[in-house]
């Protein structure tokens, strides 16, 4: 049976929302922001940081999926394209958790094209065990040397999304 241990609660999970909700609407005030998901393990996060930014701005969302098993260097491919026109504008890359890097820095490379002002990179979770490629990650709410965690958006073979908390998963 895998064990679920509790990692970060309901609780601290909102108050780092809200804390870095407000550094975004003060860094942005005089900014074009489009907060842009990375689907699927954003889009809980995303929902609840959007509401804790008081300053206008837009949401989007991108789907990449990469190869697993293959070399962490390996191709990405784009299940969904931003719907906006983001060409001068100021881009948040929202991620659920940026382990190597190597998924973020594709999509980084994607939206250059893009043409936006700015991309930027907030992640619920800064992860630094396997990074690989050289991120940096401007806001997040916790930092984790190691380990495998699932909830509140982050799964282990598509389960344990919806667990409002989040747990390191033993299997
Ligand atoms: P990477 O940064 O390219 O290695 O990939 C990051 C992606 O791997 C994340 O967006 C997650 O989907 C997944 N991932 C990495 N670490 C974890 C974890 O601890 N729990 C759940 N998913 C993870
Ligand atoms: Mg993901």
């Known amino acids: 049976m895998p064990q679920f241990i509790p990692l970060f609660s309901e609780q601290e999970i909102k108050n780092q929302i809200k804390t870095i909700g407000q550094q975004i609407s003060f860094d942005y005030k005089t900014k074009d922001l ?19 930014i008081s300053i206008d701005h837009e949401i989007d969302l991108v789907g990449a999926s990469s190869y697993e098993g293959t070399s962490s260097t390996g191709q990405i491919v784009f299940t969904k394209q931003p719907d906006l026109a983001l060409e001068g504008r100021d881009i948040l890359l929202v991620e659920d958790i940026v382990d190597t890097g190597n998924t973020l820095f594709k999509i980084i490379e994607f939206m250059k094209l893009l043409d936006p002002r700015s991309i930027k990179i907030c992640s619920l ?18 930092s ?10 982050l ?4 389960k344990y999304r919806n667990l409002p908390a989040i747990y390191d998963l033993k299997l």
């Not at 489009?34 to 804790?52: E, H, M, N, P, Y």
């Not at 800064?126 to 916790?142: L, P, T």
């Not at 984790?144 to 958006?153: A, D, N, Q, S």
């Open 155 to 158: 799964d282990y073979n598509e």
């Open 144 to 153: 984790l040397e190691k380990g495998f965690i699932v909830g509140y958006g």
């Open 34 to 52: 489009v907060l842009v998901g990375v689907l699927k393990g954003s889009v809980i996060f995303l929902a609840d940081l959007t509401r804790q």
């Open 125 to 142: 979770i800064d992860k630094h065990e396997r990074r690989e490629v050289k991120i940096d990650v401007e806001y997040s709410c916790f």
